[in-house]
């Protein structure tokens, strides 16, 4: 369900960034690139099945693109409005020429619509247990670099 939670929430980020005419009450369309058949995708076809998008006035055009530098040329040249898809696609972008960088990839294709902060008992207990975590992962790092070695001569 995190996933199913991240979705919603992405999609009405979204809701909050795509202005609306003269404040009618006509759903936003909007259309939504994906380019894999997985679980990963789930929550957007969930969402659209179980009317959560109409809820919130999203009128979606789901559309599955062959491969994931499809839907970043997609999103780049504005057709797709957002898509769910890995860094590498971006990556083959910003090597094909698309975008001069990785940073004006970032910026074409990744929107921030609102920042939510924790709160302050929150941030303490996330920082407590970041410190934590911090002391321990000089040991775990040996850890695991020893089992890999070990497994590397079976």
Same mark, same amino acid.
């Given at each position: 369900?995190?996933?199913?939670?991240?979705?919603? @929430?992405?999609?009405?980020?979204?809701?909050?960034? *795509?202005?609306?005419?003269?404040?009618?009450?006509?759903?936003?369309?909007?259309?939504?690139?994906?380019?894999?058949?997985?679980?990963?995708?789930?929550?957007?076809? @969930?969402? +659209?099945?179980?009317?959560?998008?109409?809820?919130?006035?999203?009128?979606?055009?789901? *559309?599955?693109?062959?491969?994931?530098?499809?839907?970043?040329?997609?999103?780049?040249?504005?057709?797709?409005?957002? !898509?769910?898809? !890995? !860094?590498?696609?971006?990556?083959?972008? *910003?090597?094909?020429?698309?975008?001069?960088?990785?940073?004006?990839?970032? +910026?074409?294709?990744?929107?921030?619509?609102?920042?939510?902060?924790?709160?302050? !008992?929150?941030?303490? =207990?996330?920082? +407590?247990?970041?410190?934590?975590?911090?002391?321990?992962?000089?040991?775990?790092?040996? @850890? =695991?670099?020893?089992?890999?070695?070990?497994?590397?001569?079976?």
């Amino acid at each position: 369900m995190p996933v199913l939670r991240s979705f919603i @929430i992405i999609a009405l980020l979204f809701i909050h960034s *795509v202005p609306t005419a003269s404040g009618a009450a006509a759903p936003t369309k909007v259309v939504i690139g994906f380019a894999a058949m997985n679980a990963r995708v789930a929550p957007l076809w @969930i969402t +659209e099945e179980q009317g959560i998008l109409a809820k919130y006035g999203l009128q979606a055009q789901q *559309v599955f693109l062959r491969g994931a530098p499809t839907l970043v040329a997609g999103m780049a040249s504005g057709d797709i409005n957002f !898509g769910r898809s !890995g !860094g590498s696609a971006t990556l083959a972008a *910003v090597g094909a020429g698309v975008f001069p960088s990785v940073d004006a990839a970032c +910026e074409a294709l990744v929107q921030t619509a609102h920042t939510t902060h924790a709160s302050p !008992g929150v941030a303490a =207990q996330m920082n +407590e247990r970041y410190d934590a975590y911090r002391r321990i992962y000089p040991a775990l790092r040996q @850890i =695991q670099h020893d089992n890999k070695r070990q497994q590397a001569h079976v």
